[in-house]
């Protein structure tokens, strides 16, 4: 059982080039998220998925988008890319009912932006 | 807007104290209350969840309390341990189970 699955582990990118993080959950939950964490702070949540076909904002979504087409995947795609963006991003997931809504995390990607 | 501090934000301890590491959140319209832990470097695990109906819940050495209404979460942590050293990370969760997360308590326990 992998939970959730992000690559690449790392990356680093050049101003104005775009890429795609990838992210990929076997625990069959319909509620998928992507958050960034600068250096020394809290996690803000990018973009969120409630299923397959249904995204929305988050706090930060400005550089950033997103596409569900099956319950396993929940890519993030950078365009443009900005020093702004250098961050470590983290997907999660999680399943609503009575076992109480809890996360799990994948490992996290590390981007640099230069 | 939800907004969420975490006090200390940092921590120095010797082994064996007993620890208090407190969350304060603005909006008490919330679904549930979750604790992480953040190693160096590391992705988050899930400690603890509290849902909006409950006042703690435990795991081994780990309490966590819920006070909704004065929008307060405490982690307790007993008997604290050099292999407890990370970052503690405090989320309340709203719709859709969407989290907005502290800056952090950073603890270090030592020999």
């Known amino acids: 059982n992998a939970g959730v699955t992000q690559t690449p582990k790392f990356r680093i990118l050049k101003i104005g080039q775009s890429m795609t993080l990838q992210c990929t959950q076997d625990m069959n939950h319909n509620y998928m998220y992507w958050y960034r964490q600068d250096p020394g702070m809290g996690l803000k949540l990018i973009y969120y998925s409630v299923g397959a076909g249904i995204t929305d904002k988050g706090e930060v979504p400005n550089g950033y988008n997103v596409s569900r087409s099956t319950t396993e995947d929940f890519p993030l795609r950078l365009e443009l890319a900005a020093p702004s963006q250098t961050s470590v991003y983290f997907c999660a997931s999680s399943a609503p009912g009575t076992e109480g809504y809890g996360y799990t995390f994948g490992s996290g990607t590390r981007l640099t932006v230069v | 807007k939800q907004e969420v501090t975490q006090i200390p934000a940092a921590l120095s301890v010797p082994e064996g104290e007993n620890l208090v590491l407190n969350c304060s959140f603005t909006?008490?319209?919330?679904?549930?209350l979750q604790w992480f832990r953040q190693d160096p470097g590391k992705g988050l695990t899930s400690l603890l969840l509290i849902q909006s109906s409950q006042r703690e819940q435990t795991s081994g050495r780990l309490n966590a309390s819920l006070d909704k209404s004065s929008g307060r979460s405490t982690l307790y942590i007993a008997a604290s341990q050099p292999g407890d050293s990370a970052t503690y990370l405090c989320?309340?969760?709203?719709?859709?189970?969407?989290?907005?997360f502290g800056a952090g308590t950073r603890l270090a326990v030592h020999p």
């Open positions: 909006d008490s319209a919330i679904y549930n």
């Open positions: 989320a309340p969760g709203g719709g859709y189970n969407k989290l907005i």
